[in-house]
């Protein structure tokens, strides 16, 4: 082991993890500085760990096994733990992590890379907070950090698609969203980015699912990218198109949470979608969970969503 002098702590292992008391007593006496990155340079890429802050000297402690292994594979030292392993400093098996050398964002590092949401994204969000599970905000921060993975910053994404739609069933409303991110260089677009799918027992209104895909795509931090939504259903393009040219048109709770929404969004445009990949996947995913045989739907209220938007914010 070569000699280490500064170890990085990743965000996913946090200044509390028993990970980090387990290297102290593994590298013995040696003064080492633990550099924690959920303080020290929170939501930084991990483009930048590589390519700014790992050196010969340093060491990365990270819970990320794709991280973990781009680390190795570019001659630094990094620790990982595993069930089967403990804490480790060897490449992981069976881990795909091929380095594609995305570009790095130029200038000096930053005290913070967190997003910045403007005051009426971050009071819509405070808003939805209480509708989402634990679990569901996990989710999102694992998806967040797969797709600033993905495109080794947030300035090398150029735009987002959502594709939408919806069934009406006996038990209520089914709908979800396909979402696909675009990059301007480096990469290939990312899909799917995020899919998620809902049941609400109560609503029957064609921006259902539109509102359900405009609340992920916020909770993903992709709002400020301009946004193509490819709807399914003629009657959703047709109210979303409406409301994208003049959110006053809005007649109920649904319409009025989308209209909020889609004017914060950048640059919106609907589409319709009628052929290809996009719309079979998205229809036949649909068709399988209008048949309940699946454990994907995610029960929702949207009407209370947009009743809580409504007085609250």
Known sequence: MNRIERVIVDECVGQESPLVAQLRQRLGGRRVTFVSLETERPGIPDIEILDKLLDAR???LTQDRVLHNLAIGRGFQSFAHTPESGLTDR???HVSAPDRHLPVASGVLRDSYRHQSNPEVQAIMGCLYGFLS???LK???TKRRRIRAHFGSPDNIVAAALT?????TTHGMVGG??????????????????ESYFLDRAGNEPLQATCWALVHLFQLQLQSYPLTLYHLDRAALARCTALIADRGAATTAIERMAARLLAIVSQPNAAECNKGRFFDRA?????????????????VDL????????SHC
């Open 164 to 168: 939408i739609g919806q069934r009406c």
């Open 134 to 136: 634990a679990h569901q």
């Open 177 to 194: 969203y396909i979402l696909k991110v675009d990059a301007r260089h480096g990469v290939k677009s990312l899909f799917p980015a995020s």
């Open 283 to 299: 229809s036949e995913k649909l068709s399988q969970l209008a048949r309940f045989d699946s454990n994907e739907l995610v029960s």
């Open 303 to 310: 009407k209370a969503m947009g009743a809580a938007l409504a």
């Open 58 to 60: 340093s060491a990365l």
């Open 139 to 141: 989710q999102f921060r």
């Open 91 to 93: 490449r992981l098996a």
